[in-house]
């Protein structure tokens, strides 16, 4: 309220104070803003910190992802037993128990008990009746014993490929070269061929594609139970590494312990592409442990490697490196695919010179006729392959125009039906061609594909071909309307 006994000259005092007032009260709010926004910030950086700090913690793998690849390359990670059983969450998977039951067939015992002691842990019987093994396992460590007793399956096992009568393919001869040449762009020393190691990464390849150890937290250094060699359900640990140390010696003369490099390009959802040459180097050069190995980097820098081997087979490559000198000598070259025993290495010998050489007649030379379609097709597909790594965008690109010049290739690029169904879809829209629509799996896609078929070349038959009785008569009354 307005005070009339005061003076202008007290008036003025009264207001000067009033501001001198407001503007400490605004300075002190300014400082409290200021105050809050460093604490703010320094939350913040925080948080930041705290989030890359578990993002190195955790993660587990290093790899390059697009929509239609997942390069895995598998790196270290920690063993776990989530239920407490004795047996590791990894080898639960190998035995098919339940990773958070201890007891998944409910008889009182432990599932890590009954597989050590030798009996089924999924029901009643021994172990050995119910799934064959090759040699005991650590159920603490997942580690293959030593001294384990070699069994052997009689099957898968590729007996026929010995040390002595395999030879290897001009692409695995490359990748070796890549690597020593790669080595020796940095300063370093080429690293010698090694007879016994080639031989143990392509027994690897094979039994890994064929016989499927990599499962769960299985990762593509496993090896199946299927051969003369010790089981191995290897998770990356540090612990689990003799798992892999062991196999040179375990398949050949070679005394020292083997380090494996392994990348692969196999997705669930799409076929599994051609390992290159090319491709295998930039995959370990992206992921720094295996990169740290190959140019003997941070731990593994005051080892000198006197022993390489490499294979590729198929969607996977892996190179193995040695310290000790390889008594056996180098592995020879096979000078034709010809004269390769084995019939899948023989096939995929065809396949990978193919690949090399954009030469869609090496095909005809296999005999099996759906083998040699699928050799046809990964020549195709691969001219895409060099956009995995480099763009993601090109590499769309490439498959849109593989789809328009040839709709089969759909069959021979996805494994997910409903992703071969769209890849139909849009080769059938690509080329106006309702017969197209006839490969799609899903009938409600397959109406769909008619109808937009039908809409674009206003084709009322083609509305016939629809199942759904009402879908039908909306297409047919759109193309009549028009």
Request: charged share 30%.
């Amino acid at each position: 309220m307005f005070n009339q006994n005061l003076s202008p000259l007290h008036l003025q005092e009264q207001n000067k104070n009033n501001k001198e007032r407001q503007s400490i009260y605004k300075l002190g709010e300014k400082k409290q803003i200021n105050i809050l926004l460093i604490i703010f910030s320094i939350l913040l950086a925080g948080i930041v910190v705290a989030v890359i700090i578990f993002w190195f913690k955790t993660s587990n793998k290093i790899g390059f992802e697009t929509k239609d690849y997942n390069i895995h390359i598998s790196q270290e990670e920690e063993a776990g037993d989530s239920d407490n059983d004795g047996l590791l969450d990894s080898l639960e998977t190998f035995y098919g128990t339940d990773p958070k039951n201890s007891d998944s067939d409910g008889d009182g015992y432990k599932d890590g008990d009954e597989v050590r002691n030798g009996y089924n842990p999924l029901g009643e019987g021994k172990l050995n009746e119910t799934k064959k093994f090759t040699g005991s396992i650590d159920t603490q460590t997942g580690e293959s014993a030593k001294d384990a007793p070699k069994i052997y399956s009689g099957t898968k096992d590729f007996l026929d490929i010995t040390v002595d009568n395999f030879c290897i393919t001009k692409e695995e001869k490359k990748l070796a070269e890549l690597i020593n040449n790669y080595r020796a762009s940095l300063g370093l020393s080429k690293i010698p061929l090694s007879k016994s190691l080639f031989y143990v990464a392509k027994i690897h390849a094979l039994d890994v594609v064929i016989n499927k150890p990599v499962k769960g937290r299985c990762n593509p250094h496993s090896w199946s139970d299927k051969g003369r060699w010790s089981v191995c359900c290897y998770t990356g640990s540090r612990e689990s590494s003799k798992c892999m140390n062991s196999k040179p010696n375990e398949l050949t003369e070679y005394q020292g312990k083997g380090y494996e490099n392994a990348v692969s390009w196999v997705e669930d959802s799409v076929k599994p592409r051609s390992a290159t040459p090319e491709l295998a180097l930039k995959g370990w050069q992206i992921s720094h442990k295996h990169h740290m190995v190959m140019i003997n980097g941070g731990e593994w820098k005051n080892i000198k490697w006197n022993a390489l081997g490499v294979s590729i087979y198929k969607g996977y490559a892996y190179a193995w490196f040695g310290e000790e000198i390889d008594p056996a000598g180098v592995p020879i070259q096979c000078s034709n695919c010809e004269e390769i025993k084995d019939k899948n290495l023989r096939e995929e010998c065809y396949i990978g010179g193919s690949i090399t050489n954009n030469d869609l007649d090496s095909c005809s030379k296999i005999a099996d006729k759906k083998i040699m379609e699928e050799c046809i097709f990964r020549v195709k597909i691969s001219k895409c392959d060099k956009f995995i790594i480099s763009d993601r965008n090109q590499l769309k690109s490439c498959y849109s125009d593989l789809i328009k010049e040839e709709p089969k290739i759909c069959e021979h690029l996805y494994n997910k039906v409903n992703e071969r169904d769209d890849c139909y879809f849009n080769a059938a829209a690509f080329n106006h061609d309702s017969t197209i629509c006839n490969k799609i799996n899903s009938i409600s896609k397959k109406d769909e594909c008619y109808f937009y078929i039908a809409a674009q070349s206003k084709d009322r038959s083609v509305c016939d071909k629809i199942s759904d009785s009402s879908k039908r008569k909306k297409c047919q009354s759109i193309i009549y309307a028009r």
